[in-house]
């Protein structure tokens, strides 16, 4: 935040409205500019134009997409987060799937919104894929009302998953989420689960205890102290079959026949939470079990960094030749997807740690000011965007196109691990929590303060940065 360095006898709202004034007034002057070099090959359509914030000077910034920096090389591609409107239509059913959507239309919605054309790719790990694996969970818990089985027949199923990728289709979804997420129709239908049907389920599994572990899922404490997850392994080992025979032999959890079947009886159990539960409150609990998993792992490809560790390996201080390998290298990471808080973390590590094990034993990520956003996609090159780690969605607005929330997307330090063994990163323990922000005393750039929520927008797409930033 560099107002702060160049105004510095500004303080607190005052310093934020000059800058957002300045901003505002120089993308006004860009649009003009550029409408006049595409006037004669680009006439925006009403929808397109861009509107003047409608209130407050933190309201969102709309830029018409003349706005957007033109690309003359048609080899070279468009920047990732390209503003599109989707375009709505009628969807060709097959006519066979025996459910009524309109039930959950408002979660078919959400999901489309989530999967939406242009960002699907972009948000398939932490947004889109739990969302439709939620949304095909809550289809089944529908199905149950008007057939008393928890799992849909192969035929069925696949007439049905054919309707929903085109519902989602035709609401604006891309329609490759079946490939970007590992969806298929067998998903609806149990696979290897011995206990199909609600009435066998009912008489197996306590399922009062279950209802009451996960009816209310808490986003802050489930994760690291479980209550609705432990409840539907439990039921799901019971339904499998396995139970007392797991009891007996703890390693028989390991084997192939074993794990498969437990899977599919998950997802049973999955459907009957989805029967008893209401759409948005299923969805709730669903999307919060997801993010426990996804804020595991870190999801990015790391190629092997031999050129970084070539001109890190022996470095003690500031280097231009090692820093510019590191930003090179980097650069190519900021190209896959946007990533959570808690996975950049993890991220970081991972990264770290096979720098550590070619050689690179100096904290380059002190030397070169890398940041925990710079693991993240980078709009336009200007601020990297790190998702929070609870349940987000894509939102859609007719003005500005797609936006989602930011977290943490001030300059927070990343990590450098102390060792060079790869293990898993807990950030469970209670002395584990994310970095602090930052303060004028450790990072050259001090914040703005700033009151309340800031909506911060770059030139591709607008961001809504959620946060305080301090000095």
Request: with cysteine; net charge negative; charged share 15%.
């Amino acid at each position: 935040m560099d107002c702060c360095q160049t105004v510095s006898h500004l303080k607190g709202s005052l310093c934020c409205q000059l800058l957002l004034f300045f901003i505002w007034l120089s993308s006004f002057q860009d649009a003009v500019a550029l409408d006049t070099v595409f006037e004669q090959s680009y006439v925006p359509t009403m929808p397109e134009l861009a509107k003047p914030p409608s209130s407050g000077i933190f309201g969102p910034i709309e830029i018409s997409p003349a706005v957007i920096p033109h690309y003359p090389d048609p080899d070279e591609p468009f920047p990732p987060m390209y503003p599109t409107f989707p375009t709505r239509y009628e969807p060709v059913l097959t006519g066979k799937c025996p459910v009524k959507f309109s039930a959950i239309s408002s979660i078919m919605d959400k999901t489309a919104s989530d999967c939406s054309q242009p960002l699907a790719a972009l948000v398939g790990n932490v947004i889109c894929c739990p969302q439709l694996s939620s949304l095909i969970r809550i289809f089944q818990g529908l199905y149950s009302f008007n057939s008393a089985k928890l799992v849909l027949q192969n035929s069925v199923a696949s007439d049905c998953f054919t309707d929903i990728i085109s519902i989602l289709a035709s609401r604006g979804a891309n329609s490759t989420i079946p490939t970007l997420c590992s969806v298929k129709s067998s998903n609806l239908t149990g696979g290897s689960c011995p206990v199909q049907d609600v009435n066998t389920f009912e008489k197996t599994v306590n399922t009062s205890r279950l209802l009451e572990a996960c009816t209310t899922v808490d986003p802050l404490k489930e994760c690291c102290r479980p209550i609705c997850q432990p409840a539907i392994m439990d039921a799901a080992l019971q339904i499998s079959g396995k139970q007392l025979t797991l009891d007996e032999n703890k390693n028989l959890v390991g084997e192939p026949n074993h794990i498969d079947t437990l899977s599919d009886c998950k997802g049973v159990v999955y459907a009957y939470l989805s029967r008893k539960l209401s759409p948005d409150v299923v969805n709730t609990a669903f999307r919060i079990l997801s993010a426990c998993k996804v804020n595991k792992v870190c999801p990015l490809d790391f190629k092997q960094p031999l050129e970084v560790i070539k001109a890190c390996r022996n470095v003690a201080a500031p280097s231009p030749s090692c820093c510019s390998s590191l930003n090179t290298y980097i650069a190519g990471i900021q190209k896959q997807m946007l990533i959570t808080n808690r996975q950049a973390i993890i991220c970081a590590t991972v990264f770290g740690s096979v720098l550590r094990k070619g050689g690179v034993m100096t904290n380059i990520y002190d030397l070169c000011d890398v940041d925990l956003k710079d693991f993240s996609i980078q709009a336009y090159g200007q601020q990297g965007c790190l998702l929070r780690s609870l349940p987000a969605d894509v939102m859609f607005d007719n003005s500005t196109g797609f936006s989602f929330t930011c977290d943490l997307s001030d300059n927070i330090a990343a990590p450098w691990p102390s060792s060079s063994s790869i293990s898993s990163v807990s950030l469970c323990g209670p002395e584990m929590s994310l970095p602090a922000l930052p303060t004028s005393e450790t990072f050259k750039n001090p914040g703005c303060r700033c009151g309340g929520e800031l909506k911060f927008l770059v030139p591709i797409i607008s961001f809504l940065v959620f946060g305080t930033l301090l000095y």
